[in-house]
């Protein structure tokens, strides 16, 4: 485990350093978590805030950061109204802007920055689109909008 003094100026781009620092570890994150109480040796928010507030950037690396569900039961029941889940937030964000993460919501993103969303487009879509003369890969709403007024006439 390396601990870095960077890593924590990234967290701190997404969250207040103060916040992070009123973390106590009394355990009442991980006592109201569904996902703890389920599964305690993959998931404990208190290792996370912890791993987060010294610096540990491999936490990043780690499946663990994905399976929080963002309920909120930590955020609502931490006496220092530490905010778990975005914490949580800003350790995916990281995680993403690095490359690591799931090879589904990596492929998602990519997904998104060629084609606008993370689906592919149906046949029937494709079949509408053709009928109006474009491809099914232009998903410019405003292009797709003016071929069909130019093939409708307007109406």
Known sequence: MRISPQFKKEIFHFFEESKLNMCY?????????????N???KFNPRKIIEMANIGIESIIEEPE???CT??????????????????????????????????????????IKKYGHILSVTERI?????G?????????????L??????????
């Not at 570890?25 to 109480?37: L, N, R, T």
């Not at 109006?132 to 797709?144: A, L, Q």
């Open 70 to 111: 963002t309920c909120y039961e930590c955020v609502e029941n931490c006496p220092q109204k530490v905010n778990f889940v975005e914490l949580i937030y800003a350790l995916r964000n990281i995680a993403i802007k690095k490359g690591y993460g799931p090879k589904e919501v990596l492929d998602e993103i990519e997904a």
């Open 39 to 41: 599964f305690p040796k």
């Open 146 to 155: 003016k071929r069909i007024f130019n093939k409708t006439g307007g109406k």
């Open 126 to 130: 494709k079949k509408m689109r053709e």
């Open 65 to 67: 950061i994905w399976r």
């Open 132 to 144: 109006i003369g474009t491809s099914p890969e232009i998903f410019d709403k405003g292009e797709i």
């Open 25 to 37: 570890q009394c355990g009442k994150c991980a006592s109201f978590c569904p996902v703890f109480h």
